[in-house]
């Protein structure tokens, strides 16, 4: 079964607003944990990502944040702009698998002006 | 910037037919893979590679080979192409360490006819 799951497929925000996506894992030995961001006809890049050892990690307009006991982790943007307009894949992986990371089906993010 | 480049970067083939997709790297990383994209199923992983001449199955190897012929060079097969192997196939390469980021190639569109 799948071990990433992004349970909303679409997503639209306000520019200026908070945009919000959620991932869930079932595989208790994850402990990385990443959001790619793919526009389309392109290749998905890595936005952001943060270890288990870690609640939270923030870069500029980006937060992840992650919650261990529920298996489950999100990507904050805020002050979301028309740019940020993509499809926003989440992945994780376990240590040791030679970065043999699962992904989830991904989320459109819709940022109108 | 690390820097992964497949070829061809689109391809119609007949059912029943052999393709072979290419992947090359300059990033001088020890891991390669190859995923599928399907419209609903985000990115799944075929087969990976941590060391030339040595490949490892991923989540769906069904009706895949692969082969590591150099640390650069990442190739798919697919022997006897079927309509269901429609898809866009991306390349990535890690590097080691722990360092699970993915480079990612700009994807083959793949159409079985």
């Known amino acids: 079964g799948q071990q990433v799951k992004q349970s909303s497929p679409s997503l639209t925000v306000q520019e200026g607003g908070i945009s919000i996506l959620n991932c869930d894992y079932e595989?208790?030995?994850?402990?990385?944990f990443a959001w790619y961001k793919k526009y389309p006809d392109n290749s998905p890049t890595l936005l952001i990502s943060?270890?288990?050892?870690?609640d939270k990690r923030e870069d500029g307009r980006l937060t992840v944040f992650l919650n261990k006991s529920g298996k489950h982790f999100s990507l904050h943007i805020t002050a979301s702009q028309p740019e940020d307009t993509a499809v926003y894949l989440c992945?994780?992986?376990?240590?040791?698998?030679?970065?043999?990371?699962?992904f989830g089906k991904g989320a459109k993010l819709t940022v109108s002006p | 910037e690390a820097a992964v480049t497949q070829s061809p970067r689109s391809k119609v083939a007949v059912t029943g037919g052999k393709v072979t997709l290419s992947c090359h790297q300059t990033?001088?990383?020890?891991?390669m893979y190859w995923y599928r994209q399907d419209t609903g199923h985000g990115l799944r992983l075929i087969h990976y590679?941590?060391?030339?001449?040595?490949?490892e199955k991923g989540d769906i190897p069904d009706g895949y080979k692969a082969s590591r012929p150099s640390q650069e060079n990442f190739s798919l097969i697919l022997e006897l192409a079927s309509l269901s192997q429609t898809a866009v196939y991306f390349c990535?390469?890690?590097?080691?360490?722990?360092?699970?980021?993915?480079?990612f190639g700009h994807g083959t569109k793949l159409s079985v006819l």
């Open positions: 990535a390469s890690s590097d080691t360490g722990g360092n699970e980021r993915l480079f």
């Open positions: 595989n208790d030995m994850f402990d990385y």
């Open positions: 943060v270890r288990s050892n870690v």
């Open positions: 992945a994780a992986g376990a240590r040791g698998t030679g970065s043999k990371l699962s």
């Open positions: 990033n001088n990383h020890d891991y």
């Open positions: 590679s941590y060391v030339a001449d040595s490949t």
